[in-house]
């Protein structure tokens, strides 16, 4: 014998992009360009040590003026500093685009000069 079907569908894969958003109905005016802020840390390993990076997204209610994309990510040091020091950044669509953009520039330049978890002996945390 088979079991019934149930009447209705249960979800269990909840996620927070699916709710509406109350906090955006705060800003008033897109000059104001408020933003929720969402963090991640990354380590970039390296032979001379490790170099431990906070990305913060900013994540737009509306894009800024002159851009297009809602998601902007931007880590806490520079990197490339002996040639032309230049702080990652990214925009997207998305957190992943503009996340991706700005590790994919911490990978493309080397970190010299920032204190690494060898060089200072901690554990990088």
């Known amino acids: ?13 909840f996620r927070v992009e699916g709710l509406v958003n109350d906090w955006k109905f705060a800003q008033k005016d897109a000059s104001e360009e408020l933003a929720l802020l969402t963090q991640f840390s990354f380590k970039k390993r390296q032979a001379n040590g490790d170099v431990s990076f906070v990305i913060t ?60 978890s060898t060089a200072t002996g901690a554990s990088g945390g």
């Open 57 to 116: 997204i900013r994540e737009y209610v509306a894009p800024p003026k002159n851009q297009f994309a809602r998601f902007f990510a931007q880590a806490d040091k520079h990197v490339n500093q002996k040639i032309a020091p230049i702080l990652p950044t990214g925009w997207g669509n998305s957190i992943l685009d503009a996340l991706n953009d700005c590790i994919r520039m911490i990978r493309q330049f080397p970190c010299e000069g920032e204190e690494t």
């Open 1 to 13: 014998m088979r079991a019934p079907k149930p009447c209705c569908a249960v979800r269990n894969d």
